[in-house]
């Protein structure tokens, strides 16, 4: 995405419907980054190297939260 990373834009989303359940798929790890997403809000950060079935369950459970 050019010029917003996933957590900008997470925290855009967040800032206009905060009941949206955000997973960032990311490849991104810095601790600094991972603490800043779950601060605004984000629910699962997953890891761009999980397979499809592994993102499945994570929207499986969040939606059912």
Not at 2 to 23: A, C, F, K, M, T
Not at 43 to 56: H, R
């Amino acid at each position: 995405m050019p010029g917003l990373s996933g957590i900008d834009l997470s925290e855009q989303i967040l800032r206009i419907r905060p009941d949206v359940p955000v997973i960032l798929h990311t490849d991104y790890s810095d601790q600094e980054s991972m603490k800043r997403a779950r601060a605004i809000g984000v629910k699962a950060i997953v890891g761009k190297s999980s397979n499809m079935a592994q993102l499945i369950t994570y929207i499986r459970r969040l939606l059912k939260s």
